[in-house]
C-alpha cells in the first residue's frame, strides 16, 4: 500500500499534528492561496502517479471539491523550509480539511 498509516514516522505524525493545529485557525481563504512556501495547492492528478486520484472517494465529492495537498513541516508554514518531502493529500469541503493520503515520502509525484 502506497500511502499506508504504517510507514509514518513518529516524527511525520507530530509534524502533521503541529500544521493541522496551525492550519486549523486559518480561513479556507489563507489555506487555499497557492502562492507560498508550504506547497499547499490543488493535485492536478493527471499529473502525478496516481492518475485515477482518490479511487475509494465519492465521484460526485471529488467532481464538485477540490483536492489539495501541503507539506507536512511547521518550519514550512514560516517559509523557512525548502526540503522536507513529507505531504499530506486530501479535500477541502467547505472550511473543512479531509485527509484522504498520508505521504511522507512524496510518492504522489514523481521525483526529477
Known sequence: MR???GDCSKDYLDE???????YSTW?????????NKARRH????EETTEKNGFPHVDKEQLAIHDCW????????LDN????????AHGMLIEEIFFIVWL??????YLQS
Open 3 to 5: 500511502f499506508a498509516l
Open 16 to 22: 502533521l499534528f503541529i500544521c493541522l493545529r496551525v
Open 27 to 35: 480561513s479556507v481563504d489563507q489555506f487555499s492561496d497557492q502562492n
Open 42 to 45: 490543488v493535485i492536478k492528478f
Open 69 to 76: 495537498q501541503f507539506q507536512v513541516c511547521r518550519r514550512c
Open 80 to 87: 523557512r523550509c525548502s526540503h522536507n518531502q513529507w505531504r
Open 103 to 108: 505521504d511522507p515520502r512524496h510518492h504522489l
